[in-house]
Nanobody, 117 residues
Framework: QVQVVESGGGLVQAGGSLRLSCAASGSSFSPNYMAWYRQAPGKQLELVAAITSGSSTNYADSVKGRFTISRDDAKNTMWMQMNSLKPEDTADYYC???????????WGKGTQVTVSS
């Protein structure tokens, strides 16, 4: 059973920064794919950023140039540095990890980010 735990959320003023962390445990392998999703009140879940085991990344257009995703496979941890935060970035942020060989996908419980104007 893989456990995923997010941390780093909080309240910040517009223009500020936060760094989210996602730690995966319970597997001797590193995830093939790690991603951040977010869900704002009344809105659908959306992909924010993702990173593969080969460190290829992709970002939602709304966060390009402001958010940076990275990972450390030795620690099975992923981070997302969020700069120039906007009120529209307010949401619950969730981490998802995937292990392709064993067809396992696991989600964390989320961390809340609130950006005040």
């Amino acid at each position: 059973q893989v456990q995923v735990v997010e941390s780093g959320g909080g309240l910040v003023q517009a223009g500020g920064s936060l760094r989210l962390s996602c730690a995966a445990s319970g597997s001797s392998f590193s995830p093939n794919y790690m991603a951040w999703y977010r869900q704002a009140p009344g809105k659908q879940l959306e992909l924010v950023a993702a990173i593969t085991s080969g460190s290829s990344t992709n970002y939602a257009d709304s966060v390009k140039g402001r958010f940076t995703i990275s990972r450390d496979d030795a620690k099975n941890t992923m981070w997302m540095q969020m700069n120039s935060l906007k009120p529209e970035d307010t949401a619950d942020y969730y981490c998802k990890v995937e292990y392709f060989a064993i067809r396992l996908r696991s989600w964390g419980k989320g961390t809340q980010v609130t950006v005040s104007s």
